[in-house]
């Protein structure tokens, strides 16, 4: 088994990013990791993967054992942070995989930079037009078709984020582990030991809720998502683009996935991943590694 070796790196921006390295070949993949977690998310996964390849999982500024020296405003922030990681790594080339918020920042990567990303791939990720906070009455209840449009409103959302908030800044890890059981580990829990792993690297993060108002003002469809006008850089993405979705997500639905391959095109399909919920590559290892390589290698 390949050595991962955790350390840091400084930017040309002021930030330092951490970062899991694996041994391998010359081919290269970076993983992003999601929301409210750190890279250590992919620690196990990667070390399935075969030996040919060089993997990077970086701690997005703000999580993990990254730097926090400016906070972020907008999706762009982070996926700067990882352009300006590769090359400080001298990573011409590489494959780019984006779990959860991570596929959301991959797709602006890639967007920016399309010569560099060889492949594409978006793990349970957001559609390519965001998924915009809803707005909540005075009970609580979401108001269809209704939107927050302030970054002030998406910090107070009482339902979706203060929540979070309480939990982080409490170091609460009775009520987190109670929001994961429900949203993330829904349909299957990790080993006992390893999840209270999981749910501990969870207060490692500092950029929320800097990262939802992020979140609510990504758009790079064609379309209005009720918040912002896209900006129709989904055009750049022309490199092949994998789609992953776990069937029993209660985070994201299916249709985010396949709004983002019908935006993209032809070069874009989207596979079910079986008996897996958020985090597939956790939930059915084996069945996301598999088509991940099959993507990887044809």
Same mark, same amino acid.
């Given at each position: 088994?390949?050595?991962?070796?955790?350390?840091?790196?400084?930017?040309?921006?002021?930030?330092?990013?951490?970062?899991?390295?694996?041994?391998?070949?010359?081919?290269?993949?970076?993983?992003?990791?999601? &929301?409210?977690?750190?890279?250590?998310?992919?620690?196990?996964?990667?070390?399935?993967? @075969?030996?040919? *390849?060089?993997?990077?999982?970086?701690?997005?500024?703000?999580?993990?054992?990254?730097?926090? &020296?400016? @906070?972020?405003?907008?999706?762009?922030?982070?996926?700067?942070?990882?352009?300006?990681?590769?090359?400080?790594? &001298?990573?011409?080339?590489?494959?780019?995989?984006?779990?959860?918020?991570?596929?959301?920042?991959?797709?602006?990567?890639?967007?920016?930079? @399309?010569?560099?990303?060889?492949?594409?791939?978006?793990?349970?990720?957001?559609?390519?037009?965001?998924?915009?906070?809803?707005?909540?009455?005075?009970?609580?209840?979401?108001?269809?078709?209704?939107?927050?449009?302030?970054?002030?409103?998406? *910090?107070?959302?009482?339902?979706?984020?203060?929540?979070?908030?309480?939990?982080?800044?409490?170091?609460?890890?009775?009520?987190?582990?109670?929001?994961?059981?429900?949203?993330?580990?829904?349909?299957?829990?990790?080993?006992?030991?390893?999840?209270?792993?999981?749910?501990?690297?969870?207060?490692?993060?500092?950029?929320?809720?800097?990262?939802?108002?992020?979140?609510?003002?990504?758009?790079?469809?064609?379309?209005?998502?009720?918040?912002?006008?896209?900006?129709?850089?989904?055009?750049?993405?022309?490199?092949?683009?994998?789609?992953?979705?776990?069937?029993?997500?209660?985070?994201?639905?299916?249709?985010?996935?396949?709004?983002?391959?019908?935006?993209?095109?032809?070069?874009?399909?989207?596979?079910?991943?079986?008996?897996?919920?958020?985090?597939?590559?956790?939930? &059915?290892?084996?069945?996301?590694?598999?088509?991940?390589?099959?993507?990887?290698?044809?």
């Amino acid at each position: 088994m390949c050595r991962v070796i955790y350390k840091k790196v400084a930017l040309p921006n002021g930030e330092e990013i951490g970062y899991r390295e694996r041994e391998g070949g010359k081919d290269a993949i970076i993983f992003v990791h999601g &929301n409210l977690v750190s890279s250590k998310y992919w620690g196990k996964f990667m070390q399935r993967f @075969p030996e040919n *390849f060089k993997l990077y999982a970086v701690d997005l500024r703000g999580a993990g054992i990254s730097s926090y &020296n400016k @906070p972020i405003e907008t999706m762009r922030d982070f996926s700067e942070d990882i352009w300006l990681f590769s090359q400080e790594m &001298n990573i011409k080339e590489f494959i780019l995989v984006g779990w959860s918020m991570g596929g959301v920042i991959s797709m602006q990567l890639a967007a920016d930079h @399309p010569d560099a990303v060889k492949k594409l791939i978006l793990v349970s990720s957001p559609s390519c037009k965001g998924i915009p906070f809803t707005k909540k009455d005075e009970e609580g209840k979401m108001i269809p078709g209704e939107y927050w449009k302030t970054k002030e409103e998406v *910090f107070n959302d009482k339902v979706q984020v203060l929540p979070l908030v309480y939990a982080l800044r409490s170091g609460n890890r009775e009520i987190m582990k109670n929001i994961w059981d429900s949203a993330v580990f829904n349909y299957k829990k990790p080993e006992e030991s390893y999840y209270k792993e999981l749910i501990e690297d969870i207060f490692t993060v500092r950029n929320y809720p800097d990262c939802a108002w992020a979140t609510q003002i990504f758009n790079i469809s064609y379309l209005h998502n009720g918040v912002v006008m896209g900006t129709g850089e989904v055009d750049n993405l022309k490199m092949p683009v994998l789609l992953l979705w776990g069937e029993h997500d209660v985070i994201v639905k299916k249709e985010y996935s396949e709004e983002t391959a019908k935006e993209i095109g032809e070069n874009a399909h989207v596979v079910v991943i079986e008996n897996a919920a958020h985090s597939v590559f956790i939930d &059915n290892e084996q069945q996301t590694l598999k088509v991940m390589l099959d993507f990887i290698e044809k």
